[in-house]
């Protein structure tokens, strides 16, 4: 082993880029949250903690300090007690439905004070650490049944907590891990299955689901002709058809039992459903706010759109209507620059890690913050359901904002000893 990376202290081989990245999404992140609560009438003082912006300094202050200590804690910390955060992580989560408080029809927060606690946010880091470790021995094969089983299970638990507090948004970021099963060894079969059911519970929503099932019959009826003489292949196509029929009709019926503000934003993607009132009040003031900003933008604090408060939770989950109507196509472009620089530098840097599950953890890493980036501005833009699903390092919020940072520096963390193989 290389002397350099032997007992390696404080600031030896870390990536320094990757936090420079970081410190400027963070600050990018501030000057628009401030710019979203600035009042044009009033004192706007940068740490007054009864404002999101104030707030949000002191959430950047905490995830500076939480940031020096992972940097200073032994490595190996996170391989050894990855199953314990991840059992910890459980219990809040089950901790959560019984003690939490109801904000916005989700039971899935702390209340202690004014402030309050995610503990799903945390739950991300907690399960990439957990699956890490899962996959770190060197002879692991994820194409083994029972190993494919326990790996999922060990990101589905979390899922399905999640998922009962009503957390849509944060449920759907557990999806991102299918990247990494597929980065590991997991067959593409897996994801092409994925894709057949997404497209399946689309056609439930545009479609009647009397129809799916008649034309699903009707092609599992043509198909077993075609192939009758095939009596292996016959089977696969009867279970294919029982799946596709039970995807349909669970579609139908979860559509049903969602909260109906949940079911407006759904309908009204697809073109389903109008309501200026509410859903498609917020994603066209949206898209309004986008596209005044022009090339150049507005100027810094001069968005008369986010100015008036006409985009709800404009300092959150649509925090980037704010950037691009003041920054305009030029800022928007740097903004995502910037994600997709660290995503990258993220993939670039899991890559070249000796030991698995530094790979892993990194790979899970890259995958969240995809996932996060890619459904926020989607949704900023009217291109997906608003589902709730905050922008990493942006958007305002002290669970998010803490355990992005958590997530991303134990990853900088692991790096700086990359050449050390923990898994044996």
């Avoid at 007054?48 to 500076?64: E, R, V």
């Avoid at 314990?84 to 109801?102: D, P, Q, R, T, W």
Wanted: charged fraction near 15%.
């Amino acid at each position: 082993m290389d002397s350099r990376y032997k007992n390696a202290s404080y600031g030896r081989n870390i990536d320094w880029f990757t936090i420079l990245l970081y410190a400027a999404l963070v600050i990018f992140g501030w000057m628009a949250v401030y710019s979203s609560m600035y009042n044009l009438t009033g004192k706007n003082y940068v740490f007054d903690l009864t404002k999101n912006y104030g707030k949000q300094i002191m959430f950047i202050g905490i995830s500076a300090l939480i940031a020096l200590m992972i940097m200073t804690v032994e490595y190996r910390f996170f391989f050894g007690f990855s199953y314990f955060i991840y059992g910890s992580v459980l219990l809040l989560l089950m901790a959560v439905l019984v003690l939490g408080a109801h904000t916005k029809g989700a039971q899935a927060w702390f209340k202690v004070g004014d402030f309050k606690i995610q503990p799903s946010e945390f739950a991300k880091f907690a399960t990439a650490l957990a699956f890490a470790k899962f996959l770190s021995p060197f002879n692991f094969k994820l194409t083994d049944k029972k190993n494919l089983l326990r790996a999922i299970a060990i990101v589905a638990i979390p899922a399905i907590l999640v998922l009962i507090q009503n957390d849509t948004g944060t449920f759907l970021v557990f999806v991102s891990f299918s990247l990494v099963f597929y980065r590991e060894g997991l067959n593409g079969l897996f994801l092409a299955i994925g894709a057949i059911v997404m497209v399946l519970c689309i056609a439930a929503l545009l479609v009647k689901p009397i129809i799916l099932y008649i034309i699903l019959t009707s092609l599992a009826c043509l198909i077993i002709l075609l192939f009758r003489r095939y009596k292996k292949l016959l089977w696969i196509i009867v279970f294919t058809w029982i799946g596709a029929m039970a995807i349909v009709s669970s579609t139908d019926y979860g559509l049903k039992h969602l909260q109906p503000h949940q079911q407006k934003r759904i309908l009204s993607l697809f073109g389903l459903e109008i309501d200026k009132s509410g859903v498609d009040y917020q994603k066209d003031n949206s898209i309004m706010a986008i596209s005044s900003g022009g090339l150049y933008g507005k100027g810094y604090l001069e968005g008369s759109i986010t100015k008036g408060k006409y985009v709800p939770e404009q300092s959150t989950d649509f925090i980037f209507c704010t950037i691009a109507e003041e920054y305009g196509w030029l800022g928007s472009l740097t903004l995502v620059s910037l994600f997709i620089a660290l995503i990258m530098r993220v993939i670039y840097l899991s890559e070249r890690q000796r030991s698995r599950y530094n790979r892993v953890y990194g790979y899970c890493v890259a995958c969240i913050i995809f996932f996060h980036f890619l459904i926020n501005m989607g949704m900023a833009m009217g291109l997906l359901p608003i589902i709730g699903i905050p922008l990493p390092f942006i958007s305002y919020g002290g669970s998010a904002t803490i355990s992005f940072t958590i997530l991303l520096f134990i990853f900088i963390k692991l790096d700086s000893h990359r050449m050390q193989d923990l898994s044996r």
